[in-house]
């Protein structure tokens, strides 16, 4: 069988891109060979298809807007001035838009709910602090089509557009930008320990880094239906779902690039679509198709066999009762980090405790009953 | 592409007209989910997969 293109579906600049040209030493890395799990070739041509469409692709940006305004107001919580910030992985410039409305007003997806949006009657504008915050904006994207695809946000952030041949090494200086934020774009690096230093290192000392990426549970329900249905027709399981970062490992990958002051936590949205098939025909047009190695050959292509069964599957195995739709969960990571900068609380260090928390707290031994 | 039906949504209005046969083969996989092997419910699908085909057929 041949393999299928996604040649008539792109548009024509993104069949000309190629590599910028780059030479390197040649050098023996320490530790374990990066693994490269992701097709980055791929994820480019799918997220160019996808942006190609922008109707389509506008409809389909209801989870990068939602997470966008989530992560955003962390950054709220913040009380300082920001000169230089990075959104790196812009996407369709959800950041950017998330900063310019920060009360749902979305051009995409709301546009008819601007007259009596439930607004905020804050003393405090939102908008008014955060933009004011914030001087100077970069965004910095792989796919041009998706970052071209709206025009920029009304707001009073100057955005500079970037386009980066790869999210994986990043041009910047070090210490150059007050904080580095992302939304649901590093869940498709390779080598995430390797970006997160190189991120690390293109904070200025005591910035923050916020992020939020997809986890490691999301679509669980897709991918535990399809490896049924593949298993049942094909005897077999091939990786249809793109493996992602677990919660547990995302602290520890942090840390050892020399991050500080870690706090990540977990965000479950449970979206419902009538059938598989709308699930599927969203993540696609999200550009979020599965973009595993293996798959680029066509080898874990689905045949209209699988797909059957897997409609089947997943409405009896997760469908809830009573209602026509069925449930997909998409598990949002949400990390914010800190360089190592003077002025910053640190941990005491270890076994340096003078008291005794039992003398604090009361109490004593514990006693069996 | 727009203008034009995709495949796969006339594919998913054709799977959507079988679901008491999707349901049945469902139930039949998830019974046994543990211990899943090739053609377990292959009756449940063949009869499914008849009447995907009657009508996907229907103009």
């Not at chain 1, 409809?59 to 000169?83: G, N, S, T, W």
């Not at chain 1, 009073?156 to 090494?169: A, C, H, R, V, W």
């Not at chain 1, 995430?192 to 923050?208: C, R, Y």
Request: one cysteine or more; a neutral charge; proline letters at 7%.
């Amino acid at each position: 069988m041949r393999p299928c293109s996604l040649r008539p579906y792109l548009p024509t600049s993104a069949l000309r891109r190629r590599a910028p040209v780059s030479r390197s030493y040649a050098v023996q890395a320490p530790g374990a060979p990066t693994l490269e799990i992701f097709n980055q070739h791929v994820k480019y041509l799918q997220k160019e298809r996808a942006a190609s469409n922008a109707e389509q692709s506008r409809k389909v940006d209801y989870i990068r807007d939602e997470v966008a305004q989530r992560l955003c107001e962390r950054l709220l919580d913040i009380q300082r001035h920001f000169p230089s910030v990075l959104d790196l992985g812009a996407n369709s410039l959800n950041i950017a838009r998330a900063l310019a409305n920060p009360d749902h007003l979305t051009l995409s997806s709301h546009p008819t709910s601007a007259p009596n949006a439930p607004s905020a009657p804050d003393v405090t504008d939102p908008s008014k602090l955060l933009t004011s915050r914030i001087s100077h904006l970069t965004c910095a994207e792989t796919s041009p089509t998706l970052l071209h695809r709206d025009p920029e946000p009304q707001s009073s952030i100057p955005l500079e557009l970037q386009l980066l041949y790869s999210l994986e090494t990043l041009p910047y200086e070090p210490n150059t930008f007050d904080a580095v934020l992302s939304s649901l774009s590093i869940h498709w690096v390779n080598d995430l320990p390797s970006l997160l230093a190189q991120i690390n290192s293109i904070l200025k000392p005591d910035a923050p880094f916020l992020a939020a990426m997809m986890g490691g549970d999301s679509v669980f329900e897709l991918r535990t239906s399809l490896q049924l249905a593949d298993l049942e027709r094909r005897g077999g399981v091939s990786p249809h779902v793109s493996p992602m970062a677990d919660v547990r490992d995302i602290g520890g990958l942090l840390s050892k690039a020399g991050f500080k002051l870690l706090t990540v936590d977990v965000d479950d949205m449970v979206v419902e679509y009538p059938d598989t098939f709308a699930l599927m025909m969203d993540l696609q047009a999200m550009g979020e198709s599965n973009a595993i190695l293996k798959s680029a050959g066509g080898l874990a292509r689905l045949s209209r066999d699988v797909l059957l069964a897997n409609e089947s599957i997943y409405r009896q195995l997760h469908g809830e009762e009573g209602k026509e739709g069925i449930p997909a969960t998409f598990r949002i990571i949400y990390m914010i980090a800190w360089k190592e900068g003077a002025g910053q609380g640190k941990p005491l260090p270890r076994g340096s405790g003078q008291l005794d928390l039992k003398d604090v707290l009361g109490g004593g031994d514990f006693k069996v009953s | 592409m727009s203008g034009r039906v995709r495949p796969i949504e006339k594919f998913a209005e054709a799977v959507g007209k079988c679901s008491v046969e999707a349901a049945a083969y469902g139930k039949c996989i998830v019974a046994d989910y543990q211990s899943v092997h090739q053609d377990m419910c292959a009756k449940e699908f063949a009869t499914l997969k008849d009447c995907y085909l009657k009508a996907a057929k229907k103009p």
